[in-house]
T-cell receptor, first 116, second 109 residues
Framework: DSGVTQTPKHLITATGQRVTLRCSPRSGDLSVYWYQQSLDQGLQFLIQYYNGEERAKGNILERFSAQQFPDLHSELNLSSLELGDSALYFC???????????????FGSGTRLTVV | AQRVTQPEKLLSVFKGAPVELKCNYSYSGSPELFWYVQYSRQRLQLLLRHISRESIKGFTADLNKGETSFHLKKPFAQEEDSAMYYCALSGRGRRALTFGSGTRLQVQP
């Protein structure tokens, strides 16, 4: 087990709805990163939190938001869902706030979101 | 801007054949490069980091700054190497990894 836990594993919802994805980082890791993986776009960086604060934003839509709580778990909120939001959403964690330390990430197993 | 290019979506080889998964990057400073692997129905796992210059599961990758490449190589492919491979880059001080689009390696018996 890599230590990064994501729930739920699968989610099916209708267009226009709102969902929340949850991520618990590996013990001791302060940074959480969210990525979206779709067939045509590959792995797209969405957002990073470090010790409760937003650190970096990638290609995250305004309909999406995230937060990191004092216990370091993070939630990704997706609202006004569209068919195109169907994807695998990965959470990753790392010790530091920067990946320049050379250690890379530890990934969770992802949440597969299907919007119908 | 930083960018990672993996030109091959699919690479199919026979067991025992050499493998080279290509990765080219664009970054103006000194990058840190990684290879991640995703086996079927599993999470992405870190395979290699260029700074450690290690060999994992027989795979090696050398950073070539002149050619801005970080190709992943293995002299003799095994069936269990079949997976999706992602090259990723981090600029020094940057906070998020940029991933390539991935290459699916298929090792046939």
């Amino acid at each position: 087990d890599s230590g990064v836990t994501q729930t739920p594993k699968h989610l099916i919802t209708a267009t226009g709805q709102r969902v929340t994805l949850r991520c618990s980082p590996r013990s001791g890791d302060l940074s959480v990163y969210w990525y979206q993986q779709s067939l045509d776009q590959g792995l797209q960086f969405l957002i990073q939190y470090y010790n409760g604060e937003e650190r970096a934003k990638g290609n995250i839509l305004e309909r999406f938001s995230a937060q990191q709580f004092p216990d370091l778990h993070s939630e990704l909120n997706l609202s006004s869902l569209e068919l195109g939001d169907s994807a695998l959403y990965f959470c990753a964690s790392s010790v530091a706030g920067r990946t320049g330390d050379g250690y890379g990430y530890t990934f969770g197993s992802g949440t597969r979101l299907t919007v119908v | 801007a930083q960018r990672v290019t993996q030109p091959e979506k699919l690479l199919s080889v026979f067991k025992g054949a050499p493998v080279e998964l290509k990765c080219n990057y664009s970054y103006s400073g000194s990058p840190e490069l990684f290879w991640y692997v995703q086996y079927s129905r599993q999470r992405l796992q870190l395979l290699l980091r260029h700074i450690s210059r290690e060999s994992i599961k027989g795979f090696t990758a050398d950073l070539n700054k002149g050619e801005t490449s970080f190709h992943l190589k293995k002299p003799f492919a095994q069936e269990e190497d079949s997976a999706m491979y992602y090259c990723a880059l981090s600029g020094r001080g940057r906070r998020a990894l940029t991933f390539g689009s991935g290459t699916r390696l298929q090792v046939q018996p």
